[in-house]
């Protein structure tokens, strides 16, 4: 169900039921590497201790096992991180933030509550892993098919966004009340994303601006809950928008309401985005 309130400019937010909040959080405290060595001393017994958990553990699988477990199997600790990346940094690179227990008590070093799937408007740490990384060959993409870039359609008027995608099997989208940005990304058999796409529209001074919008006003935003159908999502604009000029942006993202995450830093961009004009 859409929620009208009036802006002062007069522009009509529109709040879905698939919306998530957006609001400039609070600047947390800097973890350095020092905060997550103390981490680390905290819970180097557990990670000690996880081994003869799995094998005193009888009629289960030890992956099973290790789903419920509240230990860190030494087998997943990932030794890169223990390296800030500067032994053959490139001008300009800062040194990364290391841990030698994959930082699982991260969150213990910021004054911010635990994400525990809420939508904190004032910010917080989620202790949640970032999951499985999709493939080069499975990174998703966009398209809008309507409103095409520097259409112009009229104002007060119905219309239906339109937008074809690559590589991501959409329709999957969890409770964002309870479990937003709370389980890790995942990828189905055939390596592509589990998740779903979103959209937001957003009213513009000119064609032309220069300055940056606020994320915090948008005209309309949606969640799209339904798979594509033979490649196209779609979302309807039912009362249309006023007179006008607008951008409309795509978010391709994971289940748990998560930016997709992909595996190699230089590619195309997931998303798109068009700019038109009501009237």
Do not use: W
């Not at 309130?5 to 800097?30: D, H």
């Not at 553990?57 to 030890?62: D, I, L, R, V, W």
């Not at 940094?89 to 841990?99: D, I, K, N, Y």
């Amino acid at each position: 169900m859409i929620l009208p309130s009036t802006l002062n400019t007069g522009l009509l937010l529109l709040t879905l039921s698939a919306t998530s909040t957006f609001a400039a959080p609070a600047i947390s405290s800097v973890a350095t590497s020092a905060s997550i060595a103390s981490a680390t001393a905290v819970s180097s017994s557990v990670v000690s201790a996880s081994t003869s958990t799995v094998t005193a553990t009888t009629g289960t699988s030890a992956a099973d096992d290790e789903q419920s477990a509240t230990t860190l199997d030494p087998a997943v600790i990932a030794t890169g991180f223990a390296q800030d990346g500067q032994q053959n940094a490139t001008e300009g690179q800062v040194p990364s933030l290391t841990s030698t227990n994959n930082f699982i008590n991260f969150c213990l070093t910021v004054q911010k509550p635990i994400t525990n799937g809420q939508q904190f408007t004032t910010g917080s740490c989620n202790p949640a892993p970032m999951g499985v990384i999709a493939a080069k060959t499975n990174i998703p993409s966009s398209k809008f098919v309507f409103p095409k870039n520097g259409d112009t359609i009229k104002a007060d008027s119905p219309f239906t966004v339109q937008m074809a995608v690559n590589n991501l099997e959409t329709g999957n989208f969890v409770n964002e009340e309870t479990n937003y940005l709370a389980a890790p990304q995942q990828v189905n058999a055939q390596g592509n994303i589990i998740g779903h796409s979103r959209i937001v529209i957003e009213q513009l001074d000119s064609l032309d601006q220069a300055t940056p919008t606020d994320p915090n006003r948008f005209a309309f935003f949606k969640g799209i809950s339904a798979p594509a159908v033979n490649g196209v999502l779609s979302a309807d604009i039912t009362t249309g928008l006023p007179a006008g000029v607008y951008r409309l942006t795509s978010f391709n993202s994971a289940a748990n309401q998560q930016p997709a995450l992909v595996a190699i830093a230089q590619h195309g961009s997931l998303d798109d985005t068009v700019y038109f004009t009501v009237e």
